[in-house]
Structure formats: structure tokens, C-alpha cells
């Protein structure tokens, strides 16, 4: 005979089941094991400003080399495929590409992951270019990087000084400023700190940022970011 406690306690078992299978699908779509084709969201395309699940539909890309092949196309950037880096100590790249261009500005990147790619042309496409032609009345010509692939630690955190970057793995990208058609510059050490137009640009293009990159850090994080803003697609979440 059984009690009224087991049916109860099956349904709560099954309940309990499917928390856990949700919980691990998503941290597979996190951290893009989920292939496009077992998706159930559209793949992430340039040409528009994506709205929904902007963050599984690029996380869909990091192991998708034919993806990013069909994705990553002018005129929003033109990219072009690097041969792999197999990881070594905590170092190297996979699935990257090199570019000078990226929505519409000039941007020089030797190696960034296929991910950080699409996140970055879209943002400057659909986010920064609007913004700055609304601010300014002008397009941005060109971005200044201070840096992408660097095989080195965090800075600038005791707590995390033994944590490899993102930059270690080509997977995060340093903006140091923007410079407009005409020839006007907005720098980030420079401008920031101020209450000016070039301010207000600046911090409204670093909170768009959080749309697209699970890390965008400015000059408020720290003072290790004062004259940059850090973007990259690792694990973590942070938005400041
Ligand atoms: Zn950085």
C-alpha cells in the first residue's frame, strides 16, 4: 500500500529534476556548448540591434568557427579567421579573427575571439555610432585599443592577481577613446572625470556596453581602468 506522502514526494522529485536539467542547459548556453543547431533561439545577427537572449546567441559563437564564418561579414566587420593558439598555461586563443574594421569605425585587432568580434561590432554599430551622431552630429572614424591578446594575470585586484585576464585567451578587448569624423577626439582618461557632452557620450556608450559584453569596466571599477574601458565575454558579470 502506499502512502499520500509518495505521490507528493515524486512530483517534488521531478520538480527538483527539472530545476537542475534548466540550470544546465544554461550554463552550457553560457559558456557555449550549446551548438546553433540544439538552440532554441535565432543565431545572432549584425545587420540589426538584437533585443532578446543577446547573450546565449553570442555564446552560441565561441565554438562555432562555420557560424562565425557566415556572421562575421562587411560591411559590419571584416574579419577574417586566425589559425588556433592551443591553450598553454592558462594562455592562447580558439576560434578568433583579425580585423580593421568593425560598425563602421576603424579598429585594429590582430586576435580576438569570434564572440568578443560580434559583441564589439555590434555595440559600436548599433550603439555608438547612433549615439555619437545624436551627440555630435558626426560618426565615429576610428577607435583607440590599448590592447587586446596579453598572456598575463589581472590587474589593478589583490583578490584576483592570480586569475588569468581575459585578454590572456584574445577574449577581451581595452578602448582607450574615440576619434569622430572632423577629426574630434573623445578620450576616456581626459573626458570621463568632466560633466561635458564628451562625458555624457562616454558613459552612455559604457552602459550600452553591458548589453553585449558580460564585463564592461570604466573608470569607475578602479583606478586601473581610469583611462580605459575594459570589454570581454568570460564567465563573470560585471556592469561598472
Ligand atoms: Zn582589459
Avoid at 540550470?23 to 535565432?42: C, D, E, N, T
Avoid at 566587420?77 to 586566425?82: E, M, R, S
Avoid at 578568433?96 to 563602421?104: D, M, N
Wanted: charged letters at 20%.
Amino acid at each position: 500500500m502506499t502512502s499520500p506522502a509518495q505521490p507528493k514526494r515524486r512530483i517534488l522529485a521531478r520538480m527538483l529534476l527539472l530545476v537542475l536539467l534548466a540550470g544546465v542547459a544554461f550554463i552550457a548556453m553560457r559558456l557555449g556548448y550549446v551548438p546553433q543547431r540544439f538552440s532554441p533561439f535565432p543565431p545572432i545577427a549584425l545587420d540589426a540591434q538584437p533585443t532578446w537572449f543577446v547573450d546565449s546567441r553570442l555564446a552560441a559563437l565561441r565554438l562555432d568557427r562555420p557560424l562565425c564564418d557566415a556572421i562575421l561579414k562587411d560591411p559590419h566587420i571584416d574579419a577574417a579567421a586566425i589559425v588556433d593558439q592551443p591553450y598553454k598555461n592558462g594562455c592562447g586563443w580558439q576560434n578568433a579573427v583579425k580585423f580593421t574594421r568593425a560598425g563602421g569605425a576603424q579598429i585594429g585587432a590582430e586576435k580576438l575571439t569570434c564572440e568578443m568580434a560580434a559583441a564589439l561590432a555590434l555595440w559600436i554599430e548599433h550603439e555608438v555610432q547612433p549615439l555619437a551622431q545624436a551627440t555630435f552630429g558626426a560618426r565615429v572614424a576610428s577607435i583607440g585599443d590599448m590592447g587586446i591578446y596579453d598572456c598575463r594575470n589581472i590587474v589593478g585586484n589583490p583578490l584576483m592577481k592570480n586569475i588569468r585576464s581575459q585578454h590572456a585567451t584574445a577574449n577581451a578587448i581595452d578602448i582607450s577613446g574615440f576619434t569622430l569624423q572632423g577629426g574630434r577626439q573623445i578620450n576616456i582618461l581626459r573626458d570621463w572625470p568632466g560633466n561635458g557632452t564628451e562625458a555624457a557620450f562616454l558613459r552612455e556608450a559604457h552602459r550600452r556596453a553591458c548589453k553585449y559584453f558580460r564585463v564592461a569596466l570604466g573608470p569607475d571599477y578602479n583606478a586601473a581602468h581610469k583611462n580605459h574601458f575594459h570589454f570581454d565575454r568570460g564567465a563573470f558579470s560585471r556592469c561598472k
